[in-house]
Every structure is written in C-alpha cells, then in structure tokens.
C-alpha cells in the first residue's frame, strides 16, 4: 500500500525534535509521499527547504493562510511567485477564507485570497484551498476564477453535503481528514464521503493537528502525524464500502495527476 499524505504540517515546531524518525514511521507504514503545507510566507520558505532537503519524499505548497491574511504585502506576493515557480512546490496555498475565528477581518481575507488566485491562474499552478463558516463567499469568488487555473483542492472538507455539491460542480478535488473518525462532530463525512468520485477524492493527515479519534492505542502526546494516514484511508474505505487497497490506490493516482508527482508506483485506477 502506497499512500501520499496531500497536507502535512511539517514545519510546525512539535516535529523539530524528531523530523527523520516522523517520516521513517510514514514510510513504515505506507505513507512514502508527502506534501509539506505552506500557510504564512515563512512557513513557505520552510516547506520549501524540507522538500529540497528530501527529494522524492517531500513536496511543498508555497501560500498564506487567511489566519495571517493581515501580513500579506507586495513583498509577500513577490516571494510567494518566486517560491511557487519552483518544481518542488506542487500548489499555491493553503489559501482561502476563515469566518469562525476571523483573525484577520474579512474583507482583508477576501483581498489576499483573489491575489493567490491570480498567482495561481498566471503560474498554471494547483490550488490548496481552505474555508470554514465562509462557504457563500469562498465559493463566489472561487467561481470567478476556477476556469482560469488547473486544478483545486478544498482541503481539510468538514463541511455540509450542500457545500460538497458546489464544490464538486466546480470540478474542485476533495481532502479528507481524520475528522472523518471524529464521532462529535464528523460523522455526516462518513456519508458523504460516498458522494466523492474516486477520481476526485484525496486523503490528508493534517498534522500535527486532527489526530484520528478511533486510533487506538491513542498516542500520550497527542500529536498526529503522517504514519496515521494509513488509519484514515481504512476508515474512509470501510465507509465508502470498498478493499482499503482500492481506495489506497484511487487516491494515490489521483494525487499523483493533481499535483504533478512522479508515479513510482503505477497502479491502474480501480472502480
């Protein structure tokens, strides 16, 4: 089973202590490819250094975050160009709008996610999307511009079946997270998870946030981390009613073509 983490937190501090040992237990289990999210114009930077430091392994996304949407400035939006127009950044993002904390105000978060939008559209570049309790808006401005870039991913889905339907109709690409194991507040995901043609579903850890609630023994620390992608793939395949292996190997391929990564693996997409 080859599986490939699509949004991983590994510039966060809490893998700075251990970084080789995390991605030798992803490798261990499966997880041998792994996209570094990118969500302040530093934290770019760093994803960007960690996947030219493990080539083949490591990929980057190069964005700001609409948590830190009020430190975007032209210097920002220069870097950022420069950042994604390098082979090892597979994305632009993790950009979009957040309306349930707001620490950056709205109308500033609207602003900076159009300008990812067009670094986007003029670089040919993937999007790595994110939104929550902003749904009307992020998909009003995302319809504006999704014909003019290659390809989107929401990531991180929580979100209603309503949303799913707009997303999907936009031709968008769906991340799924552990949230899905979470029996407070993600159980409508393991309906809706169905609903997403293999074609257009991708698996995510999110760490070293969202650590899977069903994984037993639960980790004293709390941390979640790649090798717990293998976990949140059963989980997902158990719901969609399908061998863990197809859906191993759907979402593989699928972000293998999504992100532009090399296919070391070729396995034929199974229905």
Not at 69 to 88: G, I, K
Not at 134 to 151: I, Q
């Given at each position: ?21 995390v991605?030798?237990?992803?490798q ?8 570094v ?7 770019s930077e760093?994803a960007?250094?960690l996947?030219?430091a493990h ?9 700001v975050?609409?948590?830190h949407?009020?430190d975007?400035?032209d210097?920002?939006?220069a870097r950022l ?11 632009v993002?993790?950009?979009g ?21 067009a670094?986007?559209?003029e670089l040919?570049?993937p999007?790595?999307l994110?939104q929550r ?10 319809r504006?511009?999704?014909d003019k ?6 990531h991180c889905f929580?979100d ?8 999907l ?7 799924i997270?552990?949230?899905i ?10 309906e809706?998870?169905r609903?997403?043609?293999a074609?257009?579903?991708m698996?995510?850890?999110d760490a070293?946030y969202?650590?899977?609630?069903t994984?037993?023994p639960?980790p004293?620390h709390?941390?979640n ?19 863990v ?10 972000a ?10 070729p ?5």
């Amino acid at each position: 089973m080859q599986l490939v983490d699509i949004g991983a937190n590994l510039g966060h501090e809490s893998f700075h202590h251990d970084f080789d040992a995390v991605l030798q237990r992803a490798q261990a289990h499966g997880v041998g490819r792994m996209v570094v999210t990118g969500a302040s114009r530093d934290g770019s930077e760093h994803a960007l250094a960690l996947a030219h430091a493990h080539p083949g392994v490591l990929w980057a996304t190069a964005g700001v975050h609409p948590h830190h949407a009020v430190d975007y400035d032209d210097a920002t939006d220069a870097r950022l160009r420069e950042l994604a127009q390098d082979p090892a950044v597979c994305a632009v993002g993790e950009t979009g709008l957040d309306y349930n904390r707001n620490y950056s105000p709205r109308d500033v978060q609207l602003q900076v996610f159009e300008r990812q939008l067009a670094i986007a559209a003029e670089l040919g570049k993937p999007l790595f999307l994110h939104q929550r309790d902003a749904h009307e808006d992020f998909v009003a401005l995302l319809r504006r511009w999704r014909d003019k870039v290659p390809a989107a991913v929401v990531h991180c889905f929580t979100d209603t079946g309503e949303a799913l339907a707009d997303y999907l109709a936009l031709d968008c690409h769906i991340g799924i997270t552990g949230w899905i194991c979470d029996e407070r507040r993600g159980t409508h995901l393991r309906e809706l998870v169905r609903e997403i043609p293999a074609d257009r579903l991708m698996i995510e850890t999110d760490a070293p946030y969202l650590l899977p609630r069903t994984v037993r023994p639960q980790p004293s620390h709390r941390r979640n981390e790649p090798m717990y992608l293998r976990h949140i793939c059963e989980e997902i395949a158990r719901d969609r009613g399908e061998r863990v292996e197809v859906t191993a190997a759907n979402s593989t391929a699928t972000a293998a073509a999504f992100f532009g990564l090399p296919v070391e693996h070729p396995l034929a997409p199974h229905r």
